[in-house]
């Protein structure tokens, strides 16, 4: 069995609870497409967390999310506003420019969080028709750097998208991780905080598969059956995932796995700082650490615990804990760190 590394949340198996269901929803026969009861409770659930007038929709992949509920808000004239380092830009293949057809406008941030001063310089060019127009603000909760939006910076992104007649859209791919980090129902800093189209992600967090898109502007989500289907979304047995979500949301699996993965991240975080040498270079406030090593030892390092070099110019490496990491992995990690630091 290959070791446990801290590469990705992705690479971390599948919860047992999460296996269980799926294993019951495996007996017998049922409606696809996801006219299933398991599916149908998930929404039951999502609506019972986020309000009764959301519209849900179950996808397979974050990508997959991203782009149905970017497509149904958009025109391929429209443009999108995110970071630099948000995953539909650098991290989806053109997917969402491919089926939006629309532009994408990477915004440098040194954190990972967008600012309405960063964006308002590109709210410009509304009614010319030679310029792609501005149609929705993309935010990432949790960022890829590992930072985590306020409830007050989502509502000035929302109140300076809405001022502008555009929408906001939140990749919550690690929203669980998010929603821990503030100590806040999910409700609080998506819906409540202005927030109009969420990809709810869960793979990161235990899953096997399945995403869900979260429309809370349900008038966004008149064709978005349409842009599923032709995006390769609708899964046949659909209950597979919906079956995920029910113990997902109903028995707080998300909260039971997405505090141990924080947890996880700052002992890592502990344990790195009595290292000399090695510097953190964003606050930990999810499940992610960033830091500069010597570039010599990265392999090194590597060929015991895989993980990812974010920035290969500075020696900037990624650090990812997962639900199922144990103190023992972050323990023996950082102990060979420490070794190869002195050697």
Known sequence: MQPRGFASDNNSGIHPQILKAIAAANAGH??????????????????????????????????????????????????????????????????????????LIPIVTQNGKLTPEQIEKHLHGFGFEHHSQPGLISITQVTELGTVYSVEEIRELAELAHNHGIFLHMDGARISNAAISLDLPFKTFTIDAGVDILSFGGTKNGMMIGEAVLFFNPALSIYSKYFRKQAAQLYSKMRFVGAQFVPYLRDEIWKTNAMHSNKMAKLLETEIRKIKGVEITQLVEANGVFALIPKTIIPKLQREYFFYTWNESRGEVRWMTAFDTTEEDILNFTKLLRELMTE
């Open 30 to 103: 049922s409606i696809g497409y996801g006219d299933d009861p398991w599916t149908k409770e998930a929404i039951a659930l999502f609506k019972k967390e986020f309000g009764d007038e959301i519209e849900v929709l179950m996808v397979l992949t974050g990508t997959g999310a991203n782009i149905l509920g970017i497509q149904s808000s958009m025109r391929s004239f429209n443009s999108v506003l995110c970071a630099e380092t948000a995953h539909i830009q650098t991290d989806e293949c053109g997917a969402p420019e491919k089926f939006t057809g629309s532009k």
